[in-house]
């Protein structure tokens, strides 16, 4: 009994100290909050915003006695009432960057905003001008009248690495100086629209109010600004994400100087390699970013890059996924002369663009109308052309419509109708007589890459007899 009771006491001693151990390896946050939630503010806006006019007819008439009369023009105004001007408030956070005033915080916070009130941690209100903001990044610099303020110290967002602990400061939910703690999930992010911006992803708890607040490292320095959450509840799941600060900060400089931001443009479609269309191109594992289009009169077609080319390097940096690519090609000097590592036809080849500014986006094109005639090839219906269609979806020449998918090789590999073919494993598709010709030629086993453009939209898939 004796020896039994020495063994569960040397287990419990045991496992006290792995507790001890455990918990004196963990981040103490006290002295870093200390030191930086002062330069952290909370961010209201006000904006005015027309109430609905009465959605009563011009000739109901509501008694001025009767007991329902003012339940009517509460809900629906009164009869002829023309709209009138409400006032609709937001809140967010933000961070001071320098003694004289000037702050950053997301676009979206401040947004067609009619008044902006910046509340310092000392309980001070002053009210901010917008120097200027940019959408894409959803970055904008704000600037208060006021000298000495405590201001934030920046990191460097390239030298975070993915499991490195991070903690934000803001006022989710209108709570003040909130704080919540985690680590870097992954970085590069790339999110829909925002292609231009390699988001940090994070499980720090972040939530509506959070926008535009502060994400830090260990070292007290600012890594990154909280933008936005992946949710399907409307609060946080695990899934944050922040604007890396080196992307902020170019932002910021450019807003500063000129109130405007310009990025640099190569011009061209890209998608990530898969496996099938790596093997498809010989590539010995799927990397890079596969050129899908490129765009008429681009520092690209000027340069000579070809559809088909997989672009695996950009100024000496690694483009390992299409997502790399962007976020360089945007940050970097517009008119610099940018050298491309490319693949063509297997072999690797470098490539010298002259960068320009980012022009506007383009409408996506219109699906191009029916034809007649069609053949049956790998479960396809296919029908050649006419240069009114091919007009509409800037095609100079040749190619076929997919009018019909049936069962077949097509259809695992993701082919739909309206669908335009453009080539196939790599050689032009001219007509269905073409078309036929190519792929009585495919290898069984082997996988095939097929270029197709899908509602102005050129994509690259992968057959396989």
């Known amino acids: 009994m004796g020896m039994r009771f020495k063994q569960s006491f040397t287990i419990l001693i045991l496992l006290l100290l792995s507790f001890s151990l455990l918990a004196s390896n963990l981040p103490d946050f006290t002295t870093l909050v200390e030191d930086n939630s002062n330069a952290v503010v909370n961010i209201s806006t006000t904006q005015k915003v027309a109430q609905q006019k009465s959605h009563l007819p011009q000739n109901f008439d509501i008694p001025e006695n009767s007991p329902y009369s003012e339940l009517f023009k509460h809900f629906f105004g009164a009869p002829g009432q023309m709209p009138r001007q409400q006032q609709a408030r937001s809140l967010g956070s933000g961070f001071i960057i320098s003694e004289d005033g000037f702050l950053l915080t997301n676009h979206h916070v401040v947004n067609n905003a009619d008044e902006i009130i910046v509340r310092l941690q000392d309980r001070r209100e002053l009210k901010a001008t917008l120097v200027g903001s940019d959408e894409r990044t959803d970055v904008a610099l704000l600037k208060v009248e006021a000298n000495n303020l405590p201001v934030v110290k920046f990191g460097s967002s390239k030298k975070l690495k993915v499991g490195e602990w991070v903690f934000a400061i803001g006022s989710p939910f209108g709570f003040d100086s909130s704080v919540t703690a985690g680590i870097v999930s992954a970085k590069g992010r790339s999110l829909p629209k925002e292609n231009y911006v390699p988001f940090i992803q994070t499980d720090v708890a972040i939530n509506p109010g959070n926008s535009g607040g502060p994400l830090f490292n260990l070292a007290g320095e600012v890594v990154g600004i909280n933008s936005q959450i992946y949710s399907r509840s409307g609060g946080f799941m695990g899934l944050s994400f922040a604007i890396p600060i080196d992307v902020a900060l170019n932002v910021s400089h450019q807003l500063k100087s000129t109130g405007t931001v310009v990025r640099g443009w190569l011009g061209v479609r890209i998608q990530d390699v898969t496996r099938e269309l790596a093997e498809s191109f010989d590539m010995d594992k799927p990397y890079g970013a596969l050129v899908a289009q490129v765009v008429a009169n681009s520092p690209a077609s000027k340069a000579g890059v ?106 695992k590999a993701g082919v739909r109708p309206g669908d335009v073919i453009m080539q196939f494993g790599g050689k032009a598709v001219k007509s269905t007589q073409s078309f036929k010709l190519l792929t009585d030629k495919m290898v069984s086993g082997k996988f095939v890459s097929l270029l197709i453009n899908r509602q102005g939209t050129p994509i690259f898939l992968a057959l396989k007899k």
């Open 306 to 411: 070809q559809v088909g080319d997989v672009i695996v390097g950009f100024n000496g940096q690694v483009v390992d996924r299409s997502s790399t690519l962007p976020p360089l090609v945007g940050a970097a000097d517009i008119s610099s002369v940018a050298r491309l590592a490319i693949i063509r036809h297997k072999k690797p080849k470098t490539i010298s663009v002259k960068l320009e500014g980012l022009p506007e986006d383009k409408v996506a094109l219109e699906a191009p109308e029916k034809e007649q005639q069609s053949d049956e090839i790998l479960g396809l219906s296919v029908i050649d052309l006419t240069a009114d269609i091919r007009k509409k979806l800037e095609i100079k020449r040749g190619s076929v419509l997919v009018q019909s998918v049936g069962n077949g090789i097509a259809a």
